[in-house]
Protein backbone atom coordinates (compact mmCIF):
# COMPACT_ATOMS: atom_id res chain seq x y z
CA UNK A 1 0.00 0.00 0.00
CA UNK A 2 1.56 2.98 -0.97
CA UNK A 3 0.67 6.19 1.33
CA UNK A 4 0.15 8.30 -1.13
CA UNK A 5 -2.75 6.01 -2.69
CA UNK A 6 -3.91 5.78 0.14
CA UNK A 7 -3.97 9.66 1.20
CA UNK A 8 -5.70 10.46 -2.27
CA UNK A 9 -8.26 7.72 -1.61
CA UNK A 10 -9.45 8.93 1.69
CA UNK A 11 -9.64 12.69 0.38
CA UNK A 12 -11.55 11.44 -2.60
CA UNK A 13 -13.92 9.42 -0.32
CA UNK A 14 -14.65 12.38 1.95
CA UNK A 15 -15.03 14.55 -0.50
CA UNK A 16 -18.33 12.37 -1.41
CA UNK A 17 -19.00 12.50 2.19
CA UNK A 18 -17.31 9.40 3.35
CA UNK A 19 -14.79 9.67 6.22
CA UNK A 20 -12.47 6.88 6.85
CA UNK A 21 -10.76 7.11 10.43
CA UNK A 22 -7.33 5.85 9.12
CA UNK A 23 -5.61 3.99 6.23
CA UNK A 24 -6.70 0.54 7.19
CA UNK A 25 -10.01 1.02 7.09
CA UNK A 26 -10.02 2.22 3.59
CA UNK A 27 -7.56 -0.70 2.65
CA UNK A 28 -10.09 -3.46 4.11
CA UNK A 29 -13.23 -2.11 3.56
CA UNK A 30 -13.32 -3.40 -0.26
CA UNK A 31 -12.51 -6.62 0.71
CA UNK A 32 -15.87 -7.59 3.05
CA UNK A 33 -17.41 -10.55 1.82
CA UNK A 34 -21.04 -9.70 4.54
CA UNK A 35 -22.28 -6.43 5.21
CA UNK A 36 -24.60 -6.28 7.95
CA UNK A 37 -26.97 -3.76 8.38
CA UNK A 38 -29.29 -2.35 11.29
CA UNK A 39 -32.33 -1.98 10.56
CA UNK A 40 -34.40 1.04 12.70
CA UNK A 41 -32.20 4.26 11.80
CA UNK A 42 -30.02 2.63 9.31
CA UNK A 43 -32.39 1.24 6.67
CA UNK A 44 -35.03 2.92 7.39
CA UNK A 45 -35.66 6.44 8.73
CA UNK A 46 -35.50 5.82 12.29
CA UNK A 47 -38.61 8.16 12.58
CA UNK A 48 -41.88 5.58 12.98
CA UNK A 49 -45.10 6.84 12.86
CA UNK A 50 -48.01 5.91 14.84
CA UNK A 51 -50.65 3.82 12.60
CA UNK A 52 -52.98 2.02 14.80
CA UNK A 53 -53.95 2.27 19.03
CA UNK A 54 -56.20 -0.32 20.19
CA UNK A 55 -57.74 -0.95 23.56
CA UNK A 56 -57.98 -4.78 24.46
CA UNK A 57 -60.31 -4.01 27.64
CA UNK A 58 -63.30 -2.37 27.32
CA UNK A 59 -63.72 -1.83 31.29
CA UNK A 60 -61.18 -1.83 34.61
CA UNK A 61 -62.88 -2.15 38.21
CA UNK A 62 -65.47 0.43 36.85
CA UNK A 63 -63.50 2.57 34.41
CA UNK A 64 -64.05 2.67 30.48
CA UNK A 65 -60.41 1.96 28.92
CA UNK A 66 -60.78 3.38 25.24
CA UNK A 67 -58.35 4.30 22.97
CA UNK A 68 -57.01 7.52 24.78
CA UNK A 69 -56.25 5.92 27.75
CA UNK A 70 -54.02 3.28 26.26
CA UNK A 71 -52.35 5.85 24.33
CA UNK A 72 -51.91 8.02 27.72
CA UNK A 73 -50.43 5.30 29.76
CA UNK A 74 -48.24 4.46 27.00
CA UNK A 75 -46.42 8.10 26.96
CA UNK A 76 -46.55 8.07 30.10
CA UNK A 77 -44.27 5.58 30.24
CA UNK A 78 -42.05 6.52 27.32
CA UNK A 79 -41.73 10.30 28.21
CA UNK A 80 -38.56 9.41 29.76
CA UNK A 81 -37.32 7.02 26.78
CA UNK A 82 -34.82 7.91 24.28
CA UNK A 83 -36.02 5.38 21.95
CA UNK A 84 -37.39 6.41 18.65
CA UNK A 85 -40.55 4.71 18.99
CA UNK A 86 -40.61 5.69 22.40
CA UNK A 87 -40.37 9.61 20.76
CA UNK A 88 -42.89 8.62 18.02
CA UNK A 89 -45.14 7.71 20.78
CA UNK A 90 -44.92 11.03 23.59
CA UNK A 91 -45.40 12.98 19.82
CA UNK A 92 -48.66 11.32 18.56
CA UNK A 93 -49.79 11.60 22.10
CA UNK A 94 -49.35 15.17 22.69
CA UNK A 95 -50.55 15.89 19.08
CA UNK A 96 -54.08 14.10 20.07
CA UNK A 97 -54.02 16.77 23.18
CA UNK A 98 -53.66 14.02 25.69
CA UNK A 99 -52.23 15.20 29.17
CA UNK A 100 -48.98 13.64 30.05
CA UNK A 101 -48.27 13.09 33.66
CA UNK A 102 -45.15 12.44 35.10
CA UNK A 103 -44.18 8.99 36.05
CA UNK A 104 -42.84 8.03 40.16
CA UNK A 105 -40.38 5.96 38.59
CA UNK A 106 -38.67 4.64 35.10
CA UNK A 107 -37.19 1.72 34.41
CA UNK A 108 -35.76 0.90 30.38
CA UNK A 109 -34.95 -2.75 29.50
CA UNK A 110 -32.76 -2.09 26.06
CA UNK A 111 -34.38 -3.95 23.48
CA UNK A 112 -37.36 -4.65 25.01
CA UNK A 113 -39.27 -1.57 26.17
CA UNK A 114 -39.51 0.14 29.45
CA UNK A 115 -41.31 -0.37 32.66
CA UNK A 116 -42.80 2.80 34.93
CA UNK A 117 -44.84 3.76 37.89
CA UNK A 118 -47.24 5.91 37.61
CA UNK A 119 -49.55 7.30 40.37
CA UNK A 120 -49.15 3.94 42.33
CA UNK A 121 -50.02 2.01 39.11
CA UNK A 122 -47.04 -0.35 37.58
CA UNK A 123 -47.03 0.32 33.78
CA UNK A 124 -45.21 -1.67 31.30
CA UNK A 125 -44.65 -1.07 27.65
CA UNK A 126 -42.66 -3.34 24.86
CA UNK A 127 -42.35 -5.85 22.55
CA UNK A 128 -44.96 -8.60 23.13
CA UNK A 129 -42.01 -10.65 23.92
CA UNK A 130 -40.85 -8.56 26.56
CA UNK A 131 -44.27 -8.53 27.97
CA UNK A 132 -45.06 -11.63 28.23
CA UNK A 133 -42.23 -12.63 29.44
CA UNK A 134 -42.81 -10.22 32.46
CA UNK A 135 -45.70 -12.72 33.19
CA UNK A 136 -48.36 -11.32 31.01
CA UNK A 137 -51.40 -12.97 29.14
CA UNK A 138 -51.38 -11.54 25.68
CA UNK A 139 -53.53 -13.92 24.22
CA UNK A 140 -56.09 -11.35 23.93
CA UNK A 141 -53.41 -9.05 21.69
CA UNK A 142 -52.16 -12.05 19.53
CA UNK A 143 -53.89 -12.38 16.61
CA UNK A 144 -54.32 -7.83 15.70
CA UNK A 145 -50.62 -8.22 16.48
CA UNK A 146 -49.61 -11.00 13.74
CA UNK A 147 -51.83 -9.26 11.49
CA UNK A 148 -49.86 -5.60 12.10
CA UNK A 149 -46.47 -7.27 11.99
CA UNK A 150 -47.42 -9.00 8.50
CA UNK A 151 -47.93 -5.51 7.19
CA UNK A 152 -44.48 -4.94 8.52
CA UNK A 153 -45.35 -3.02 11.96
CA UNK A 154 -43.88 -2.94 15.05
CA UNK A 155 -46.52 -3.46 17.89
CA UNK A 156 -45.88 -2.26 21.45
CA UNK A 157 -48.11 -3.69 24.30
CA UNK A 158 -49.54 -1.82 27.33
CA UNK A 159 -50.05 -3.08 30.45
CA UNK A 160 -51.46 -0.84 33.32
CA UNK A 161 -52.18 -2.77 36.73
CA UNK A 162 -50.24 -5.80 35.79
CA UNK A 163 -53.08 -6.11 32.82
CA UNK A 164 -52.86 -5.75 28.81
CA UNK A 165 -55.00 -2.96 28.14
CA UNK A 166 -53.63 -2.64 24.65
CA UNK A 167 -51.43 -1.51 21.41
CA UNK A 168 -49.68 0.73 20.09
CA UNK A 169 -48.12 0.07 16.42
CA UNK A 170 -46.23 2.02 14.46
CA UNK A 171 -44.60 1.98 10.81
CA UNK A 172 -41.15 2.95 10.15
CA UNK A 173 -40.66 3.45 5.91
CA UNK A 174 -37.45 2.37 4.41
CA UNK A 175 -35.29 5.09 3.03
CA UNK A 176 -35.05 5.57 -0.74
CA UNK A 177 -31.06 4.80 -0.70
CA UNK A 178 -32.27 1.74 0.65
CA UNK A 179 -33.50 -0.36 -1.77
CA UNK A 180 -30.85 0.67 -4.57
CA UNK A 181 -27.69 0.44 -1.99
CA UNK A 182 -28.41 -3.58 -1.57
CA UNK A 183 -29.12 -4.01 -5.06
CA UNK A 184 -25.62 -2.74 -6.16
CA UNK A 185 -23.87 -4.53 -2.91
CA UNK A 186 -25.45 -7.60 -4.11
CA UNK A 187 -24.30 -7.44 -8.48
CA UNK A 188 -20.88 -6.21 -6.65
CA UNK A 189 -20.41 -10.05 -4.72
CA UNK A 190 -21.70 -8.81 -1.81
CA UNK A 191 -23.55 -10.54 0.82
CA UNK A 192 -25.99 -8.01 2.80
CA UNK A 193 -27.79 -9.09 5.95
CA UNK A 194 -30.52 -7.29 8.43
CA UNK A 195 -29.87 -7.56 12.11
CA UNK A 196 -32.88 -6.27 14.14
CA UNK A 197 -34.17 -6.59 18.09
CA UNK A 198 -37.56 -5.90 15.92
CA UNK A 199 -39.34 -9.31 15.79
CA UNK A 200 -39.65 -11.30 12.41
CA UNK A 201 -42.62 -10.79 10.61
CA UNK A 202 -42.19 -7.07 10.87
CA UNK A 203 -38.21 -7.16 9.72
CA UNK A 204 -39.02 -9.85 7.07
CA UNK A 205 -41.61 -7.43 5.47
CA UNK A 206 -38.99 -4.76 5.27
CA UNK A 207 -36.31 -7.14 4.33
CA UNK A 208 -38.37 -8.07 1.49
CA UNK A 209 -39.21 -4.25 0.79
CA UNK A 210 -35.28 -3.71 -0.24
CA UNK A 211 -34.31 -6.85 -1.22
CA UNK A 212 -32.57 -8.32 1.52
CA UNK A 213 -32.22 -12.58 1.60
CA UNK A 214 -30.86 -13.03 5.19
CA UNK A 215 -32.62 -11.54 8.11
CA UNK A 216 -32.10 -12.22 12.01
CA UNK A 217 -34.25 -10.51 14.14
CA UNK A 218 -35.49 -10.53 17.65
CA UNK A 219 -31.71 -10.37 18.65
CA UNK A 220 -30.96 -8.81 22.19
CA UNK A 221 -28.41 -5.52 22.13
CA UNK A 222 -26.04 -7.94 23.88
CA UNK A 223 -26.54 -10.40 20.82
CA UNK A 224 -25.88 -8.03 18.00
CA UNK A 225 -21.85 -8.54 17.98
CA UNK A 226 -21.95 -12.41 18.47
CA UNK A 227 -23.90 -12.47 15.01
CA UNK A 228 -21.29 -10.47 13.61
CA UNK A 229 -18.45 -13.16 14.53
CA UNK A 230 -20.75 -16.02 13.34
CA UNK A 231 -20.57 -14.31 9.78
CA UNK A 232 -16.74 -13.61 10.28
CA UNK A 233 -16.78 -17.65 9.23
CA UNK A 234 -17.12 -16.09 5.52
CA UNK A 235 -14.63 -13.72 5.11
CA UNK A 236 -14.06 -10.42 6.58
CA UNK A 237 -17.76 -8.53 7.47
CA UNK A 238 -18.80 -4.46 7.72
CA UNK A 239 -21.43 -3.30 10.32
CA UNK A 240 -23.11 -0.17 9.38
CA UNK A 241 -25.16 1.08 12.27
CA UNK A 242 -26.58 4.44 14.21
CA UNK A 243 -27.52 3.74 17.53
CA UNK A 244 -26.34 3.29 20.88
CA UNK A 245 -27.36 -0.32 20.67
CA UNK A 246 -24.88 -0.81 17.68
CA UNK A 247 -21.44 0.05 19.19
CA UNK A 248 -20.57 -3.37 20.27
CA UNK A 249 -21.49 -4.93 16.98
CA UNK A 250 -19.57 -1.58 15.43
CA UNK A 251 -16.61 -2.50 17.52
CA UNK A 252 -16.70 -6.67 16.74
CA UNK A 253 -16.97 -5.97 12.72
CA UNK A 254 -13.94 -5.61 10.67
CA UNK A 255 -15.26 -2.48 9.41
CA UNK A 256 -17.69 -0.87 11.12
CA UNK A 257 -19.50 2.15 9.06
CA UNK A 258 -21.44 4.45 11.25
CA UNK A 259 -24.60 6.33 10.12
CA UNK A 260 -23.24 10.50 10.63
CA UNK A 261 -27.18 11.25 11.86
CA UNK A 262 -26.38 8.81 14.44
CA UNK A 263 -25.11 8.70 18.28
CA UNK A 264 -22.54 9.73 19.57
CA UNK A 265 -21.49 6.20 20.91
CA UNK A 266 -21.57 5.19 17.24
CA UNK A 267 -19.98 7.42 15.90
CA UNK A 268 -16.98 6.94 18.04
CA UNK A 269 -17.47 3.18 17.73
CA UNK A 270 -17.13 3.36 13.64
CA UNK A 271 -14.01 3.17 11.22
CA UNK A 272 -15.88 4.83 8.44
CA UNK A 273 -18.47 7.53 8.98
CA UNK A 274 -21.48 8.42 6.56
CA UNK A 275 -21.83 12.24 6.77
CA UNK A 276 -25.14 12.08 4.34
CA UNK A 277 -27.91 9.70 5.80
CA UNK A 278 -27.77 8.39 1.82
CA UNK A 279 -27.00 4.15 1.63
CA UNK A 280 -25.77 5.00 -1.61
CA UNK A 281 -22.62 6.30 -0.36
CA UNK A 282 -21.77 2.46 1.34
CA UNK A 283 -21.49 1.37 -2.39
CA UNK A 284 -18.96 4.47 -3.11
CA UNK A 285 -17.35 3.81 -0.48
CA UNK A 286 -16.25 0.51 -1.27
CA UNK A 287 -15.91 1.54 -4.96
CA UNK A 288 -13.12 3.94 -4.18
CA UNK A 289 -11.29 0.99 -1.28
CA UNK A 290 -11.39 -1.28 -4.27
CA UNK A 291 -9.41 1.44 -6.59
CA UNK A 292 -7.06 2.01 -4.26
CA UNK A 293 -6.42 -1.21 -3.54
CA UNK A 294 -5.73 -2.30 -7.04
CA UNK A 295 -3.12 0.88 -7.64
CA UNK A 296 -1.70 -0.22 -4.81
CA UNK A 297 -1.17 -3.86 -6.27
P1 LIG B 1 -33.45 -2.22 16.59
O1 LIG B 1 -32.51 -3.38 16.60
O2 LIG B 1 -34.44 -2.34 15.46
O3 LIG B 1 -32.73 -0.89 16.55
P2 LIG B 1 -34.02 -2.24 19.51
O4 LIG B 1 -33.03 -3.32 19.85
O5 LIG B 1 -33.75 -0.87 19.98
O6 LIG B 1 -34.36 -2.25 17.92
O7 LIG B 1 -35.46 -2.67 20.07
C1 LIG B 1 -36.02 -3.91 19.73
C2 LIG B 1 -37.48 -3.97 20.09
O8 LIG B 1 -37.63 -3.78 21.51
C3 LIG B 1 -38.34 -2.91 19.45
O9 LIG B 1 -38.79 -3.28 18.16
C4 LIG B 1 -39.48 -2.81 20.45
O10 LIG B 1 -40.39 -3.86 20.23
C5 LIG B 1 -38.80 -3.05 21.79
N1 LIG B 1 -38.41 -1.79 22.47
C6 LIG B 1 -37.17 -1.33 22.71
N2 LIG B 1 -37.20 -0.15 23.35
C7 LIG B 1 -38.52 0.16 23.51
C8 LIG B 1 -39.24 1.26 24.10
N3 LIG B 1 -38.65 2.32 24.66
N4 LIG B 1 -40.58 1.20 24.07
C9 LIG B 1 -41.22 0.16 23.50
N5 LIG B 1 -40.61 -0.88 22.95
C10 LIG B 1 -39.29 -0.90 22.95
MG1 LIG C 1 -30.78 1.58 14.83
Redesign the pocket.
Known sequence: ATPTAVMVGMSKAAQNGVIFKDGMSLEMLGKVKTIVF????TLTSGKPTVTDVISLKQSMSGKIIGEDKVLEVAAIA?KN?E?P??KSIVQYAINMKIQLGKSDSFF???????RAVYDGNNIL???PG?VQDEGINIESAQRISNQLQEKGK?V?LVVWCETLIGLVALIDTPKSSARPAIQYLQKMGIKTVM?????QSTAKFVADDIGIMTVFAN???SAKSDVIQSLQKNGPVAMVGD?I?DAPALTSADIGIAIGSGTDIALEAGNVILIRDDLMDVVSAIETSRKTVSKIK
Open positions: DKTGESHLAAVPGKGVVGSFTILTGDNVLPGN
